[in-house]
């Protein structure tokens, strides 16, 4: 855990270089715009410890998976997000040195990212090895207005010493990915080339052939005289304007970087074309009018999506900071695209598509962004059902029986742990269940018939493959699975994936049954035969969930209680986190859990329990959970809210919120956990406010941390907008939206005219 950024409710502030904390900073300092991203790099040459990530939505590679034994079924590949060209690049030589910050003295220096207007500034001041002093300001940002565009400026002030200087801005496709498998280096070149004032580099990736074309004009100036570049420098994939300046003391250099950046994923045709044309249109804006209406296009989101708290800066800090990058990351416009675990910040789990999405992220999307971001998500995962059948196939089962992979970035399962990859089926329910949950909450019924019926009749029948009877208990089981407790693999009957499993079979049942006009259409699309439904309502009947009546809880396995038992307050905290601390063998056979597995269930089926029972469950599993998932915290925030249990939910709420910001885990360099940063959003409005829906309502059960004054925010729902702030007595609310709605303050229903607000006493 490192705390070195400051406290401010819209700001990340680091006041100091610590070449240490470099890579930790590069992470917490990206940016992106849903489209394109890249860590908080320097612009200027940086010899120090740096992980350079630039990416592009969308654009992977499939690297060679490396195994010790291949054995059938095995994904063929591992997905990578790419490093791709570094745009910000500019190489600085002072007198015939090149300016290097690790190897200057650095006086001064400071770093901040405005989370309201999405620009980060960086103001430093430093010393070369030659003597010459220099101020350095810089601003950077991806535009949120024009997602094709992004720009910086770096303003020099010369302080002390005199010269020369060579400034290359440059365009570099000569870059690699540090965690390729076998040291390849992922881009061939396609053109390198000048066109009317700027410079132009499109790449290929090699296997999956995407192209990504970058252009940029630069706009150089001494003592504001606009400096012409001297030439054109190219080699292989780096192409860059050169210019030479001279200088004195108290010069000011200026040099602005103006992008258009395109891939053949978002515009397959005239990408030389329209690449220069997005480069030259936020080039005649100028900076100031871009940055001026990126601004407002953050401002617009903010409008809708912020969560202020009194009475907590570090924690509305960190609410602000995990909103920020939820929107910085995915945008909902593309429904090829989704949500890697890391954004646009790095480059672990490959920028593939995880169940994080359909458990975490939808409800955040849901209510933050207009209804057919959800709706895009959930048709990501209608895009990829053929793959989804072809890798069911793949492992042996059959009539259109589909598991959706664990990771994926198109469709094709590409991870290459077998016990994540092959037993971890769960994910095939929560998929469902985002269906599920999406209707729920926009009302959208249309898109059973239109989608998501499909999805639910292909799962459903892998999961009827999937159980099997057993004569000795004479009811269906599942065996060999990991549930999402993947601190023990190949367990008989995981609650949680049997409890799904089931609730799946009756949805999809259910749905089927629910169909109005073109039943027949659309259940054909599917070859569904009406015979499916005998097995299935057999297995639903008797389906084995195992259970401990005694001590009144669901059992994770059926050999969950023959483990050691043991609290996470008895082990000596040298141990943990464990995952770093034990061998994976001692992990295993341990009785520690990693994350919600049982009360994942709870938390997904709420309904179905009675308060004693989720206690009862709650008491016996938080105390065994270690918590060394991300998205861990939020779900034990969400029921120890409904339980009442306000310091329990406090202490997991501030695990979640600042979990990167103050480096829980160690391991914020390796990129920010996006998806777990929805799981935040998830303990204050679902956990604190404690809002659900109900009958067709929003409902709302508040429980708020005692030093907390006030929270609010803003939800939308079924396209209308609802103003909700909450202090430690009472409930405010004020309709935004044009029509009236009803909305539960526990079991009491209001009615809000369109504008209209009320105060309730809690
Ligand atoms: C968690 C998984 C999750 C993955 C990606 C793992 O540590 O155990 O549940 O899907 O990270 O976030």
């Known amino acids: 855990m490192k705390k070195y950024i400051q406290i401010d409710p819209w700001k990340i502030i680091e006041n100091k270089f610590t070449p240490d904390n470099n890579k930790i900073s590069e992470s917490l300092f990206s940016l992106g715009n849903g489209k394109l991203g890249l860590r908080g790099n320097f612009a200027e040459k940086y010899s120090g410890e740096t992980l350079q990530g630039s990416y592009l939505a969308g654009i992977y590679y499939p690297d060679k998976t490396k195994v010790g034994w291949w054995k059938n079924g095995y994904p063929e590949y591992f997905a990578k997000v790419l490093n791709s060209c570094n745009w910000i690049g500019l190489n600085i030589i002072l007198n015939k040195s090149e300016l ?7 006086k001064e220096f400071s770093r901040h990212l405005d989370m309201k207007e999405g620009v980060l500034y960086r103001n430093c001041t430093i010393t070369t090895k030659e003597g010459i002093t220099l101020n350095i300001k810089s601003e950077r940002f991806c535009s949120m207005s024009d997602d094709h565009t992004a720009a910086l400026t770096y303003e020099i002030e010369i302080l002390k010493g005199q010269g020369t200087m060579a400034l290359s801005a440059y365009l570099d496709s000569n870059v690699e990915n540090e965690d390729s498998n076998y040291d390849e280096k992922f881009w061939n ?122 009475g907590d800066e570090s924690a509305q800090q960190g609410i602000r900071f995990n909103i920020f990058h939820l929107h910085q990351t995915y945008s909902g416009k593309d429904s090829r695209l989704n949500i890697g675990p890391k954004g646009f910040t790095g480059e672990k789990y490959g920028g593939s598509t995880y169940w994080d999405t359909e458990a975490y992220c939808l409800p955040f999307y849901l209510s933050t962004a207009d209804q057919e971001v959800g709706r895009n998500l959930l048709i990501y995962r209608h895009n990829q059902l053929q793959k989804a059948i072809e890798n069911a196939e793949k492992l042996g089962f059959e009539n259109g029986a589909a598991l959706y992979p664990m990771v994926t970035i198109n469709g094709e399962e590409c991870h290459n742990e077998w016990e994540i990859t092959f037993e971890e089926i769960h994910r095939n329910g929560a998929i469902a269940y985002a269906i599920y949950d999406y209707i729920r909450y926009t009302g959208d019924e249309s898109y059973m018939a239109e989608y998501g019926i499909d999805v639910l009749i292909a799962i459903s029948r892998f999961w009827a493959q999937r159980f099997n009877y057993s004569e000795a208990k004479k009811l269906y089981v599942m065996l060999g699975v990991t549930g999402p407790n993947e601190y023990e693999n190949n367990v008989n009957n995981n609650w949680y994936t ?67 038992q043991i609290l996470v307050k008895d082990l000596d905290p040298k141990h943990l986190p464990l995952n770093q601390k034990w061998s994976w063998d001692r992990i295993l056979r341990s009785v520690f859990i990693k994350q919600a597995d049982v009360l994942q269930g709870i938390y997904f089926f709420e309904e179905d329990f009675d308060m004693k029972v989720i206690e009862q469950n709650f008491d ?99 396209r209308q907008l609802l103003k909700v702030k909450i202090d430690q007595n009472k409930l405010y609310l004020l309709n935004e939206s044009a029509q009236p709605m009803s909305v539960y303050i526990k079991d009491k229903k209001v009615k809000l005219l369109e504008h209209e607000k009320t105060t309730v006493q809690l």
């Not at 290097?100 to 650095?106: A, R, S, T």
């Not at 290929?204 to 074309?213: N, P, Q, R, S, V």
């Not at 406090?650 to 990129?671: A, Q, V």
């Open 498 to 564: 049997n409890y799904i499993a089931r609730w799946c079979l009756q949805y999809c049942v259910k749905s089927i049954e629910g169909l109005k006009d073109s039943k027949e259409e659309i259940l054909a699309r599917s070859n569904f035969d009406i015979k499916e439904l005998e097995l299935w309502n057999k297995i639903i009947e008797k389906v084995y969930l195992p259970e401990d009546k005694e001590l009144g809880i669901f059992l994770q396995q059926d050999n969950f209680l023959d483990k050691e």
């Open 100 to 106: 290097d910050l690790n190897n200057c003295v650095i």
């Open 189 to 310: 070149e396609i053109s390198l080339k000048e066109f009317s004032k700027g410079i132009y580099n499109e790449a290929i990736t090699k296997k999956t052939g995407f192209h990504a074309a970058h252009a940029c004009i630069n706009e150089v100036s001494v003592n504001n005289e606009q400096v012409e570049s001297i030439n054109t420098t190219k080699s292989e994939k780096y192409i860059s304007q050169n210019y030479e300046l001279t200088f004195d003391k108290g010069s000011m250099i200026k040099i602005t970087k103006y992008l258009g950046i395109h891939t053949s994923f978002d515009t397959p045709n005239d990408l030389e074309l329209r690449t220069t044309e997005s480069c030259q249109s936020i080039f005649n804006k100028t900076f100031a009018k871009a940055k001026e209406e990126h601004v407002e296009a953050w401002a617009n989101k903010w409008n809708e999506c912020d969560v202020e708290i009194k």
């Open 620 to 718: 016996f599993y938080e105390p065994r959970t270690v918590h060394e998932s991300s998205l861990s915290p939020c779900v034990h925030v969400i029921l120890a809210s409904l339980l009442g249990r306000k310091e329990k939910a406090y202490e997991m709420y501030l695990r979640t919120s600042r979990l990167d910001i103050d480096d829980y885990n160690n391991d914020t360099e390796d990129g920010l956990h996006i998806t777990s940063m929805a799981g935040t959003w998830m303990s204050i409005v679902k956990g604190f406010a404690g809002m659900r829906v109900k009958d067709q309502c929003l409902f709302f059960n508040p429980l708020l941390p005692d030093h907390w004054k006030e929270v609010s925010f803003k939800i939308k729902y079924r």
